[in-house]
């Protein structure tokens, strides 16, 4: 069963803490991105990579943190500089330069105690 | 940096009707794509349409691209209730270390009554 797997679903952060996301991909695809999406809004890109080792800072990657260590993994760490953190985290991936289509997570859902 | 731009923010018709959504864009594309979105869910990829392409078709989908006005419409023809959700434009860049990404709109949430 192949595609983007978030995890978890819903999480809770406390003051000055870190938390992380995770997404995993079977779908062999080079790229994946971190998006954030706020009530009513639309997608704005936090961090990206193209390939394994190599990741890029996004529109507002300020209080975020990524890895890219492996090509089926890109976690996202919300660090405790980010001081508006309660959004929906989306996961995409797409299969490199020649790939068009994103394909998505089914999000994480973050909020603050 | 949001540079597609939906309009109209919110629709909604009757089952059975045509749905029409549009999008303006400000810098150059390499494509356009629509992408659908449930409540509470991720996104899906409906359709694209490259820069040099000027309609396209699928299903019950119909996208048209104006470079010209930098503008993309959605048309859903014969809706049903399980259209109900959110459309999102995203134009795909074709410049420089960001080639590839893509930049999403606001999107516009779309009700079909029953």
């Known amino acids: 069963d192949g595609g983007i797997t978030q995890s978890p679903k819903y999480l809770f952060r406390k003051e000055g803490q870190n938390v992380t996301l995770s997404c995993e991909q079977n779908?062999?695809?080079?790229?994946m991105y971190w998006y954030r999406q706020d009530p009513g809004q639309g997608l704005r890109l936090i961090y990206y990579?193209?390939?394994?080792?190599?990741?890029q800072k996004g529109d507002i990657a300020e209080g975020y943190s990524v890895s890219r260590e492996k090509k089926e993994s890109f976690p996202l760490t919300v660090t405790s500089a980010q001081k508006n953190p309660t959004a929906f985290y989306l996961c995409?991936?797409?299969?490199?330069?020649?790939?068009?289509?994103?394909?998505f997570g089914a999000g994480t859902r973050l909020s603050v105690l | 940096s949001q540079q597609g731009e939906e309009d109209p923010q919110a629709l909604s018709i009757q089952e059975g009707e045509n749905a029409t959504m549009n999008c303006s864009y400000k810098t150059s594309i390499n494509n356009l794509q629509w992408y659908r979105q449930n409540s509470g869910r991720g996104l899906v990829h409906l359709i694209l349409?490259?820069?040099?392409?000027r309609e396209k078709h699928s299903g019950r989908l119909r996208v048209t691209l104006d470079t010209s006005k930098k503008s993309s419409s959605l048309l859903i023809t014969a809706s049903r209730a399980a259209d109900t959700a959110s459309y999102f434009c995203a134009t795909g860049q074709n410049y420089g270390g960001s080639q590839g990404n893509l930049i999403f709109g606001k999107g516009t949430k779309l009700s079909v009554k029953p």
């Open positions: 779908l062999n695809h080079d790229a």
């Open positions: 349409i490259r820069s040099n392409e």
């Open positions: 990579s193209q390939i394994v080792n190599d990741f």
């Open positions: 995409a991936s797409k299969a490199g330069q020649k790939g068009d289509i994103q394909y």
